[in-house]
């Protein structure tokens, strides 16, 4: 019996050394496996932010008074919104915001002033370019700031009272409110899986087509054997691809790591599991490799995009929220932002652990089931 | 036969050997057709930025009518989906739980202050999603406002010009009225769609032949390289466009974005952008002559890079300058541009016409480059 599982495991081993010298003898394949998750992580990792510093505004002031020059100070002082034109008439605010050189458009009306100072309130118009609404709603937010200090600044200067009631706000997990800390620990799971599931889908299939599998399946080898060996591999490459994703998290952006390391590796070894028996269960399927490649992007996309990576899960409807039920990764981001930014623990993750468990051991046995009675 | 009509019949005899081979392999039509269809519903559906129904935690340690008055704001509100605590700790509970977004605090003392008109009401925010931390921040600075001006209207004692300010702002979203995320999101995701089919169908095709060894064969008759690659094109380039086709009407009519721009200038534009995506997919199969090589790179160069770098979500103008360079090259960003210019704004020439001459350009190069690496030449 022992001598049974030792033998049994020793086959598998062999097994994973050969599936890591095909995958890895390959200078090319072995570039492409390493390099991108960490290259990719370093350029999504600035562009991947809903926070703005530029802002391009158009200036539309046609009071030419005091007030109105402070009130546009306050926006060319925030360092984010570039006056790129000073406009004439409102005729001309069309074409700055057409042509894309404004995102938005201040305009100061002519009695500004004078309605100040007789103490009524007077009204500013911001157009924004909503080709972009989220964009455009996160600087219109911005100008609202800016104006709430100057409203403030001018009623303590004209001796008024300040406003009576105030709303403090305090965020937890991320202090300063930067969209980057929440999207990098998301990439850790994302780029991970691209690969991860691609990789092992392929080499099953090549085999396939090629015609090795077949000789594989005469050997001594049983087929949960061949399973393990194949997904053994996929499951190294996955992990180092998620380290080196961390490790620019922490080094190059300097996002602080609130968690534990065990709770989050062992978070990403089941997802690991989840997504390489999905992969093995796709690949049990599919002929060809022009197959294998349909199948697994078609569940690539859905499961990157309806993660809650880019957009929230909570704004999907009912039905596709329970659909993401099925998608390994939407758990992996929970679990890797938890850990990462508020340092959960396997008590308050046990909601999205089990359900992972749970896909794994589904696939791999429903493709153990497929390699062994699938007919050729 | 003249040599012209010699080109043309070996063309298309070619044409109909791929055409062959694409229709006995159901897998590409369903990459064509299926594919998209799916795509597009599932996020069309899927994707949306908008915040609403937000999960909030409103503890009320006040029993006076005006907390109560405060905390039915949150109630009758669209954007709120209060829960009633009486004190913080289980609050915080709740937030660590991720079961709430949000803890609206309101102090013991608060009727009290608020006649005096110092009053205080507490946010905390889970901030790890920043995004949306700071929306549902504005969301509870309007509702405290709201409430705050509703006192004064009253001509109550702390009620107070918090609301409105001696500066008000009106805001006005142009080409995007109702500030619809799905406005803008469905056309990106045309880019997203058409981009990934286009690679996917090319991506092995030339490097299968190499694999197999039967494109030697192919050498060894009177075709030429770039007839091979006609022949290779063309009949992917209908497949993809009947996705687009499919896009384009469930953009229309089953998410109901505006088309306001002319159907022609997107058909034109979207034709040159699914031949730069083809040709990307059949320069890198062409170039690494390995069906698992070119489906990995084609996967990583194509769908990633047009979700986070195309200008589609997050905006190219707060990316640092390397960052922008980088984003030239692609032309999804280029695509992107055309589509939201097309369905929100309409023609606008100013835009469109840069994009769509960097598209021909790239359209260009990649046959050029696809014809220099696919010389009839063994390896």
């Not at chain 1, 003898?25 to 390493?34: G, H, Q, V």
Request: net charge positive; with cysteine; aromatic share 8%.
């Amino acid at each position: 019996m022992t001598s049974g599982l030792l033998a049994s495991l020793l086959r598998i081993l062999a097994l994973t050394r050969k599936e890591l010298l095909a995958v890895l003898k390959d200078r090319r394949a072995r570039l492409s496996l390493l390099i991108p998750p960490m290259v990719q992580a370093l350029i999504f990792g600035y562009a991947a932010t809903y926070d703005l510093n530029r802002v391009p505004y158009a200036l539309l002031d046609e009071d030419h008074s005091a007030a109105s020059r402070e009130l546009a100070a306050g926006l060319d002082g925030t360092g984010v919104f570039e006056r790129v034109a000073d406009l004439a008439r409102s005729t001309d605010m069309a074409r700055s915001i057409d042509s894309g050189q404004a995102l938005l458009v201040l305009h100061i009306g002519q009695d500004f002033q004078r309605q100040l100072l007789s103490g009524r309130s007077a009204d500013v118009q911001v157009i924004a370019d909503g080709r972009n609404s989220n964009t455009a709603g996160t600087a219109m937010g911005y100008v609202s700031g800016i104006i709430s200090q100057f409203n403030a600044q001018w009623r303590t200067e004209h001796g008024e009272r300040a406003s009576a009631m105030q709303l403090i706000e305090r965020a937890w997990f991320n202090p300063n409110l930067e969209t980057r800390w929440y999207m990098i620990p998301g990439m850790i799971g994302t780029l991970t899986l691209i690969q991860t599931m691609m990789l092992t889908v392929m080499s099953v299939a090549r085999e396939r087509e090629e015609g090795t599998f077949d000789q594989l399946l005469v050997t001594p080898f049983r087929p949960h054997e061949i399973m393990v060996g194949k997904a053994l591999p996929s499951m190294i490459v996955g992990l180092i691809q998620a380290t080196g994703v961390l490790v620019i998290g922490q080094l190059w952006f300097r996002i602080p790591f609130a968690g534990s390391y065990l709770v989050l590796y062992a978070g990403l070894l089941l997802f690991l599991l989840a997504a390489v028996g999905m992969g093995l269960l796709l690949s049990a399927i599919a002929a060809t490799m022009q197959q294998a490649m349909l199948y697994s992007m078609l569940f690539i996309m859905p499961f990157s995009l309806l993660s809650g990576f880019t957009t929230p899960l909570s704004a999907m409807p009912g039905a596709l929220q329970d659909f993401t039920l099925i998608n390994p990764l939407r758990f992996a981001i929970d679990i890797t932002r938890r850990v990462y930014l508020e340092g959960a623990g396997f008590r308050l993750l046990l909601p999205d652990l089990w359900p992972l468990a749970i896909i794994a051991a589904l696939t791999l046995a429903a493709s153990s089931w497929v390699f062994r009675y699938r007919p050729q | 036969m003249s040599p012209a009509a010699a080109k043309l019949a070996r063309v298309r005899a070619l044409i109909r050997k791929e055409t062959r081979q694409m229709v006995r392999d159901p897998s590409s039509i369903a990459m064509g057709v299926v594919l998209p269809l799916i795509l597009i519903l599932l996020f069309g559906f899927g994707l949306s930025l908008d915040v609403r129904d937000v999960p909030i935690a409103v503890v009320l340690q006040d029993p006076s009518a005006d907390a109560q008055g405060l905390t039915q704001a949150f109630q009758l509100s669209p954007y709120f989906h209060p829960q009633l605590l009486r004190s913080l700790a289980p609050a915080q509970q709740q937030l660590l739980a991720g079961r709430v977004d949000g803890i609206v605090d309101i102090p013991e003392n608060f009727a009290r202050r608020l006649a005096h008109g110092d009053a205080q009401v507490q946010l905390l925010v889970k901030g790890s999603d920043a995004n949306r931390a700071r929306i549902i921040e504005s969301y509870v600075e309007g509702a405290v406002g709201d409430w705050s001006a509703q006192l004064a209207a009253e001509g109550r004692a702390g009620g107070a010009a918090a609301a409105f300010g001696p500066v008000n702002v009106q805001t006005r979203l142009w080409f995007n009225e109702a500030d619809e995320s799905r406005y803008f999101l469905v056309p990106g995701l045309l880019v997203l769609v058409m981009t990934l089919i286009g690679g996917l169908l090319t991506a092995m095709v030339m490097a299968r032949e190499w694999e197999r060894g039967t494109l030697e064969s192919l050498f060894v008759t009177p075709v030429r390289s770039d007839e091979i690659l006609i022949g290779k094109t063309l009949p992917y380039f209908l497949l993809a466009l009947a996705g687009f086709v499919l896009c384009v009407l469930s953009a229309k009519f089953l998410f109901h974005v505006p088309l306001r721009g002319s159907l022609w200038v997107l058909s034109g534009v979207s034709m040159l952008y699914t031949l730069v995506a083809l040709g990307i997919g059949l320069l890198i199969s062409s170039a690494v002559k390995n069906q698992l090589v070119a489906s990995q790179l084609v996967a990583l160069t194509t769908f990633m890079p047009a979700l986070m770098l195309s200008g589609f979500l997050f905006d190219l103008r707060s990316m640092p300058a390397a960052v922008r360079l980088i984003t030239r090259v692609l032309p999804a960003r280029y695509y992107v541009a055309v589509l939201q210019n097309v369905f929100l704004a309409g023609d606008v020439w100013s835009v469109l016409l840069p994009n769509a001459l960097v598209l021909a350009l790239m359209a260009v190069l990649l046959a050029l480059a696809s014809r220099a690496v696919t010389r009839k030449r063994l390896l």
